[in-house]
């Protein structure tokens, strides 16, 4: 594996061949909500049959991994509950491996939360009163002040902290709503403590999915620059977002040094596919028969080529605008079976917020 093109990684091989295992984020990755994400599962089925091992990770601690193998078996995903880690099990054992088997645990959550904290040897309590030697806080849309004011008098006590994240929001069919981090944020104010914390971009997530696969060479694949991808730089992991979830291909463009994915792609499909080296020459790009100008801080694309092909030079040439201190306003053109980053429906014009302009 070469890398060229500011940091963007290359290999000859398909992804599923180059790597052992894949770390999959799920909203935005595999499903959206209650739908399937297009081309998701029958490309995880091929990456599979490559030999490719799958976990599918998620900071959500409310579900347990059944609840969570069944929302992916809806979306036309064969998953087992052992293939699921979720940061509520990562939670758990952070608090095994600090506590006394049989140690009592104040939950603040859900009962998957409840579950793993079991799973792991410890005894979920409901009350300050029961002396717990820590405390451990998951979302639950159902967590009251109650709950809360138990948690402030263990933490005041001496009770070690743990979250199981710290995302501040949540999506919901109405708009972003406060996360597990908000709820966080208020015990955090009342104590003067900050908690541990579990889930990515934190470390203790991501170990405990490379020990459900035994992954040797995991590739960590996400649709979040603030969470997959930064979670995957901050333990050295080699990281694939696609562009079916919250970060656009604008955002990708204009990230420093530092904070770029290995690999981008359209979709899933992604993982089948080599990633071909990126030639850049001033003000342009080429992978393959695509290729990415730069004028003005636009980025065209002109047709030819693959999606993957036509992303690689996109962001290529922008990390190497990004470096001259160059500012990207926009990115638009098309490879020859859509938009770059956008489903194949008309040209897309990404405008300054990212937001994409039909």
């Given amino acids: 594996m070469t890398a060229r093109g500011h940091e963007l990684s290359s290999s000859a091989d398909a992804l599923s061949r180059a790597y052992d295992a894949a770390l999959l984020d799920l909203d935005g990755v595999v499903y959206r909500g209650t739908q399937a994400v297009a081309h998701a599962a029958q490309a995880l089925r091929a990456a599979e049959a490559e030999g490719m091992r799958l976990t599918f990770v998620t900071n959500n601690a409310s ?5 969570v193998a069944a929302v992916l078996r809806g979306a036309g995903v064969d998953a087992d509950p052992a293939e699921v880690a979720t940061s509520a099990q990562a939670a758990a054992r952070l608090l095994a491996d600090r506590l006394e ?11 998957g939360l409840r579950q793993a904290v079991k799973e792991a040897g410890l005894t979920p309590v409901d009350s300050a009163e029961a002396a717990p030697a820590a405390v451990v806080q998951g979302f639950s849309d159902r967590t009251t002040y109650a709950m809360l004011a138990e948690a402030a008098v263990a933490i005041g006590a001496g009770a070690l902290w743990v979250a199981t994240n710290l995302d501040s929001t949540i999506p919901s069919a109405r708009g972003l709503l406060p996360g597990n981090g908000a709820l966080v944020a208020a015990l955090s104010l009342a104590t003067g403590q900050t908690p541990l914390a579990a889930g990515k971009p ?4 991501h170990d405990e999915a490379v020990r459900r696969t ?3 060479r995991p590739l960590v694949v996400g649709d979040r620059l603030d969470t997959d991808i930064d979670g995957a730089i901050a333990v050295g992991a080699d990281s694939l977002l696609v562009l079916t979830g919250v970060s656009s291909l604008l955002d990708v463009v ?5 904070r770029r994915p290995s690999y981008v792609g359209e979709d899933l499909r992604a993982l089948l596919e080599p990633h071909p080296l990126v030639e850049i020459d001033a003000d342009s790009a080429t992978c393959g028969p695509a290729t990415a100008v730069l004028e003005a801080g636009v980025i065209t694309v002109q047709a ?5 092909a036509a992303i690689r030079a996109t962001c290529a040439l922008g990390w190497a605008a990004t470096d001259r201190d160059i500012a990207i306003s926009a990115i638009g053109g098309a490879h020859s079976d859509g938009p770059v980053g956008a489903p194949a429906h008309g040209k897309q014009v990404m405008d300054r917020s990212g937001a994409g302009a039909t």
Avoid: D
């Fill in 63 to 67: 579900r347990t991994p059944e609840e």
């Fill in 101 to 111: 088997p049989g140690a009592a645990v104040l939950v603040v959550g859900t009962n």
């Fill in 202 to 205: 934190q470390r203790p997530l």
């Fill in 214 to 216: 035994g992954a040797t």
């Fill in 254 to 258: 204009r990230l420093p040094a530092g």
């Fill in 304 to 308: 030819g080529g693959s999606a993957t």
